[in-house]
């Protein structure tokens, strides 16, 4: 499992998540993200094109993330869950948490303020 982190427009993060999220290299995921949500940073999307799993500590990751962020003020989103992810979030009933977009540019179109 890799992430890749790649900032646009200077307040969204995109982390580009490949493999999958297990309880091996969460840590260090959390950790780096964590640190990034103190120094300020609101805005993440989690591009999850190329995610094959996430186990119930990845889940759980995730919600530690999502909740950081919401006592900043801030939000993560998920974009290009396949099909059986979005199952399985639905079947945790964390859909109603996450945000899901099918694509990284929806997502982020999503984090713009309204006209």
Not at 59 to 68: D, P, S
Request: glycine content about 12%; hydrophobic content about 45%.
């Amino acid at each position: 499992m890799e992430f890749y982190y790649d900032e646009i427009d200077g307040s969204v993060l995109i982390l580009r998540a490949d493999g999958g999220i297990n309880k091996d290299n969460a840590a260090g995921f959390v950790s780096d993200l964590e640190k990034l949500v103190d120094a300020g940073l609101t805005k993440i999307i989690v591009d999850c094109t190329g995610l094959d799993h996430i186990s119930s500590y990845g889940l759980g990751v995730l919600l530690r993330v999502h909740k950081r962020l919401a006592r900043h003020g801030g939000d993560v989103k998920l974009a290009g869950l396949h099909s059986g992810l979005v199952t399985l979030l639905r079947v945790a009933r964390l859909d109603g948490i996450f945000d899901i977009y099918p694509d990284v540019n929806r997502a982020r179109l999503a984090f713009r303020p309204p006209d």
